[in-house]
């Protein structure tokens, strides 16, 4: 039995035997390295296993304690059957999430080459003593780093979702995610319905596979429901693609009312609707009005449009069948996101840090709200669509082309997204987004002249 195994079986063998009780707190891992005089990469590695297990959980900026009693609940080992290399996934599956003493058919270089290069001083230590927890120098978790995983879960909690981390799987952003469900849903020739105007990277996206693309309008008031009834009877579609909140390119928020009719038509028609919420975590209400066990929805996050583009770190909430299938996936495509920015998130989390600038760039986006909704209410004929304070996007129709408009703002050195872009269709109407962390005087005087034509 490995170093870890041995580990994992103390720490459950104290729950067990009711010398741990649920709540109590556990060692710290520098502490269980010192008392049974091994390394911290074994104890990380133990106590990964007994998160993904649910039998302890971290709490920021407190430590390790116990999660659940699981003697009499069947559990899933993540200490997969080794003589299970039935596949390539398989394998690669085990060389990411198990630990062994003789490594010949390994992929990478050994991990004591990679200690020369101290890239864990480069992250920052949490406040609370430890070093970044779970720093992998090679691939890491396939689902992600465990304990960001459990962090999101709290995250969610707060917005009103409950979910466990087998119910997440990392990628790296929004457009990563919705790859990732493309690939494994949809084969050439298949019916999916998008939004119009909509997000329009994933037009592009899905153009690629090649799939029939199917518009219903998003207009001011919403979706309207009849219609896309009367699309899901006609097309049966595989797939529904949706922004509820905060949308890209509207700025506009669906009605609670309208996003439950939305999901019974779907159920009752079998269609799966992938929910993109990029603006999480500034936006108030609920995550999801969606997403549910007895309800074909998979949400859809990131940290991109909130804290950093950079970063390239989203999350995919689903159904743990569903999540363990995408993770092979994900493995097949790209073995692993990166476990240098799921630490640097960590550190975030469990600083305080993200907190902190959360609330302040929630505080500094509502003030935009107001500032660039006054600038542009003094050009006469704008009329912005309903706008949720927590997005960055304004929209408005206007009086000409809006590939014109382009033409006028590149030779002004303005840089402007034309409504065109957003319609998966030609049957769309002129409009422009503009993003109000840059609605200044130049923008407003470029529309009074070249679109409102006014001096």
Request: proline share 5%; net charge positive.
């Amino acid at each position: 039995m490995k170093k870890f195994e041995k580990i994992c079986l103390l720490v459950i063998d104290d729950i067990k035997s009711g010398r741990k009780k649920v709540g109590d707190k556990i060692p710290s891992i520098r502490a269980m390295s010192k008392k049974y005089q091994v390394s911290r990469n074994t104890i990380v590695n133990a106590y990964n296993i007994l998160l993904e297990q649910r039998w302890i959980k971290a709490l920021p900026k407190s430590g390790f304690y116990v999660s659940e009693d699981l003697s009499n609940k069947e559990t899933h080992s993540t200490m997969l059957d080794l003589t299970n290399f039935y596949n390539g996934v398989d394998l690669l599956e085990q060389q990411l999430v198990n630990e062994y003493n003789h490594r010949p058919g390994e992929g990478r270089y050994p991990r004591e080459y990679m200690d020369n290069l101290n890239l864990d001083s480069y992250l920052g230590h949490p406040n609370y003593g430890e070093k970044p927890l779970y720093f992998d120098y090679g691939y890491g978790d396939p689902a992600g780093n465990s304990m960001l995983r459990g962090f999101i879960v709290e995250i969610l909690k707060k917005h009103s979702l409950s979910v466990e981390p087998q119910n997440l799987l990392m990628t790296y952003g929004t457009n990563h995610s919705l790859d990732l469900i493309i690939r494994h849903f949809l084969t050439e020739g298949d019916n999916v319905i998008v939004e119009s105007p909509g997000y329009y990277p994933l037009f592009s996206k899905l153009k690629l596979n090649p799939v029939n693309v199917i518009a219903v309008k998003r207009t001011k008031f919403g979706i309207d429901v009849n219609s896309l009834e009367t699309i899901i009877k006609k097309s049966n579609p595989k797939v529904f693609f949706l922004q509820p909140f905060a949308h890209n390119p509207t700025g506009t928020d669906l009605t609670v009312e309208n996003i439950k009719s939305i999901k019974s038509v779907c159920m009752a028609n079998n269609v799966l609707i992938v929910e993109d919420d990029p603006f999480l975590l500034i936006r108030n209400n609920a995550a999801s009005y969606l997403f549910g066990e007895d309800s074909p929805v998979i949400y859809l996050s990131s940290f991109s449009k909130t804290v950093s583009a950079s970063l390239g770190c989203g999350f995919i909430v689903a159904s743990t069948k569903l999540i363990k299938s995408l993770t092979r996936l994900k493995m097949i495509t790209i073995i692993n996101t990166s476990s240098i920015i799921e630490n640097i998130l960590n550190h975030l989390i469990s600083s305080g840090t993200l907190n902190n600038h959360l609330q302040t760039f929630k505080n500094l986006s509502y003030e935009k709200s107001t500032d660039s909704i006054k600038d542009l209410s003094k050009v006469e004929g704008l009329e912005l669509y309903p706008h949720n304070p927590g997005g960055h996007f304004l929209w408005f129709r206007i009086p000409m082309d809006d590939r014109k408009v382009l033409k006028h703002a590149r030779s002004n050195s303005i840089f402007i997204a034309p409504g065109n872009l957003f319609f998966p269709t030609e049957n769309g109407y002129f409009a422009l987004r503009i993003n109000k962390f840059y609605v200044d005087q130049t923008t407003v005087r470029f529309l009074e002249k070249e679109v409102f034509n006014r001096e």
